[in-house]
């Protein structure tokens, strides 16, 4: 058994919330062989064992009475390359930004949208992240993962994965019982800039980038992320909390009406509401509640203003989400998982 359990181990340096919650046992995976140990050491039962990757989207509202799981196998290759695509397979614990960079690097080209995401590869397709335009559902081609229920290991493919909105198969059918060692993407060998979001095209402008590189996109929005949303070395936080909620044309021009200048980007036959416009309307922007608030530079952001608990957390989230619905009659959902 190459990996090796730590007893009552602390999470406050791997969740950048801060919060100091604590793993009954705590397993770091360095390498894919260690996945397979794993599962076959018959350690984790379904809803018994969580991944904490970067700990970016993650709420402890109490010591963890199970088994924490932390990738940590690095590892890029080139599968195959044909018809102008690259197959490209990185294992669970490459961290988001440098894979994009990595990728970038060597002329492998789609991800650039979303550079600056935090936490690790493996997650990627469990939240399906996206930013400005891009989905990770717009490039996964493959998921391999172990399944702790039956100790097979399996590939799926894009379809199979049921990705939505900040959502797949492994939040649904698969939650609780599937152990992520890596992911396959389809990347181009061509650069085409999606530039379908006013905010990334204003940034690019300003800079005077009307043909920009897939670095500079990558680059600009990086910034632009930076100007948004606190670094957790600084502000505990778990990025953006709140899911933009996808509402009818309809429901769109209730709301236009009702509310002159909200905020909204067409996607499919709806429109995706911008939930930090909302909330900040309600007055929330700046407001603290105890020991966590909301960020002065973002509404959609809750910051960890000094030893917050998840408790805390999660009662300030309920309070938005009611207010944001008494006012406009949409229910946000929480984009942050609390545990």
């Known amino acids: 058994m190459a990996f090796i359990i730590q007893e009552n181990k602390s999470l406050k340096g791997y969740n950048t919330f801060g919060i100091d919650a604590k793993a009954a046992r705590f397993v770091e995976l360095s390498c894919c062989e260690d996945y397979e140990s794993l599962v076959g050491a018959k350690m984790l039962r379904k809803d018994s064992f969580f991944v904490l990757g970067g700990g970016s989207n993650v709420v402890f509202m109490d010591d963890y009475d199970g088994v924490i799981v932390h ?27 440098s ?26 397709p469990v939240q399906n992240v996206g930013a400005y335009g891009n989905e990770a559902k717009d490039f996964v081609t493959k998921v391999h993962y172990y399944d702790v229920t039956t100790g097979e290991d399996h590939w799926i493919d894009n379809g199979e994965c049921r990705f939505e909105y900040r959502n797949s198969v492994f939040k649904g059918d698969l939650r609780g019982r599937c152990l992520i060692d890596r992911v396959r993407f389809r990347l181009h060998d061509t650069f085409v800039p999606n530039l379908t979001y006013k905010a990334l095209t204003e940034a690019l402008s300003r800079q005077g980038l009307t043909n920009p590189t897939a670095r500079e996109v990558a680059e600009t929005v990086r910034r632009v992320r930076d100007s948004k949303l606190p670094n957790p070395k600084q502000i505990g936080s778990a990025g953006s909390f709140f899911k933009n909620p996808v509402v009818s044309a309809a429901e769109y021009e209730r709301l236009a009406e009702a509310f002159p200048g909200i905020v909204a980007h067409a996607v499919g036959n709806g429109f995706k509401l911008a939930a930090g416009w909302m909330i900040e309307n309600c007055g929330w922007k700046g407001c603290d509640r105890g020991n966590v608030g909301v960020y002065e530079k973002q509404a959609l952001v809750l910051v960890n203003r000094g030893g917050c608990s998840g408790r805390e957390v999660r009662e300030l989230a309920d309070e938005i989400i009611a207010d944001v619905e008494a006012r406009f009659g949409v229910r946000l959902e929480c984009e942050a998982i609390f545990i």
């Open 99 to 124: 894979f994009v960079g990595h990728c970038i690097d060597n002329g492998w080209y789609g991800l650039e949208t979303m550079a600056g995401i935090p936490g690790c590869v493996g997650a990627a």
């Open 71 to 97: 990738p940590e196998n690095k590892g890029i290759r080139m599968i195959e390359a044909h018809d102008g695509f690259y197959e490209i397979e990185a294992e669970a614990g490459e961290v988001w930004d």
